[in-house]
């Protein structure tokens, strides 16, 4: 079992950064189960959205079209954390972040086994 809890969330102005991160517990960073990291975003009366997602290594990331250029996902695998960069924030982007971890890549809420609890993030205008 993988245990996954976010933290950096908060409130910022249009235009701020902001830099989440997930740490993972229960199993070893490295594990299968943790082969594939992502960021998933629910807005208030909308359904929640793949936001972007890496694999062990990092060496391969995937973004929604949305946060493209503007979000950088990235792991420590030593700190077994998983860190979501958001620049350019803007009210749109206001919603629950949440973390998640899978064993294989997809983009998918059912392609990812864990889940954290999620962060607020709160965009001002």
């Known amino acids: 079992q993988v245990q996954l809890v976010e933290s950096g969330g908060g409130l910022v102005q249009a235009g701020g950064s902001l830099r989440l991160s997930c740490a993972a517990s229960g199993r070893t960073f490295s594990s299968y189960a943790i082969y594939f990291m992502g960021w998933f975003r629910q807005a208030p009366r909308k359904e929640r959205e793949f936001v972007a997602a890496?694999?062990?290594?990092?060496?391969?990331?995937y973004y929604a079209d949305s946060v493209k250029g503007r979000f950088t996902i990235s792991r420590d695998n030593a700190k077994n954390t998983v860190y979501l960069q958001m620049n350019g924030l803007s009210p749109e982007d206001t919603a629950v972040y949440y973390c998640?971890?899978?064993?294989?890549?997809?983009?998918?809420?059912?392609?990812?086994?864990?889940w954290g609890q999620g962060t607020q993030v709160t965009v001002s205008s």
């Open positions: 890496t694999t062990r290594s990092g060496g391969t990331t």
């Open positions: 998640a971890a899978g064993a294989v890549a997809g983009k998918d809420q059912a392609d990812f086994g864990s």
